[in-house]
């Protein structure tokens, strides 16, 4: 059994273990792509995937939902909440609004299948509650139990939200857990990337997604 107590707030650990990682090279940061294979970045370096999915961000009107934390689901929430705005006050649909949605740091968990979160134990590890206990699987998945339909990341990425996780944080997080459990970090992180809900993107880093969001016009808002 392995726990980290408010791992959320351990950001100097998160950085220790960042530099920890990249030193002795136990896990790449080269992105696991959701197809689980080997791909070689174009001529000019670049990330051919990752600069694939930033430019589907060709909605009507652009938003970025920015998600450094959990925050109680609100990185579900809001993009709906946007979605629907604009489709009642400026008669579009889901399809005419690019919302998008990083996940990075401690937010990396709602991008995950239930067997992932059972078998490593991510309701403990990221100190996630389903009432008053450790979750036991992805309460963000799904619709959430709130009078506003199309909530969870599933509807969203059905609804043509793009979602991209941290591959930094995917790396840092899996080294971490794979330590604690004492077994081989890349086998962990591999789990995880293979383990990511059906649409999810890896970016490589969550930072870095923000930045390139914005450069292709989306607004700006904190989700985490």
């Not at 934390?69 to 993009?79: A, F, L, Q």
């Not at 008669?91 to 937010?107: E, P, Y």
Request: aromatic share 8%; proline share 6%; with cysteine.
């Amino acid at each position: 059994m392995f726990e980290f107590d408010h791992v959320t707030t351990h950001r100097r650990g998160f950085l220790g273990t960042l530099a920890a990682t990249i030193a002795a090279g136990v896990a790449t940061m080269t992105p696991l792509r959701l197809e689980a294979k080997s791909q070689k970045p174009s001529s000019k370096g670049m990330d051919a995937p990752f600069e694939a999915w930033l430019n589907r961000i060709t909605g009507k009107h652009k938003m970025l939902f920015d998600a450094p934390e959990v925050n109680g689901g609100m990185p579900v929430i809001w993009p709906r909440v946007w979605l629907n705005g604009n489709n009642e006050n400026y008669g579009t649909k889901d399809a005419d609004n690019s919302a998008v949605i990083v996940l990075r740091h401690s937010a990396i968990p709602i991008a995950m299948k239930d067997d992932v979160w059972a078998k490593y134990k991510l309701g403990e590890t990221f100190n996630i509650k389903d009432g008053d206990a450790p979750a036991t699987k992805n309460i963000f998945a799904k619709v959430m139990p709130l009078p506003l339909p199309g909530t969870g990341l599933e509807a969203l990425l059905a609804a043509g939200a793009l979602v991209g996780v941290c591959n930094v944080a995917l790396t840092v997080y899996s080294g971490m857990v794979a330590q604690k459990m004492g077994t081989d970090a890349a086998a962990v992180k591999a789990d995880w990337v293979a383990g990511l809900l059906p649409g999810v993107q890896v970016v490589p880093s969550g930072v870095l997604a923000v930045s390139r969001t914005q450069e292709k016009g989306c607004e700006y808002c904190f989700a985490g």
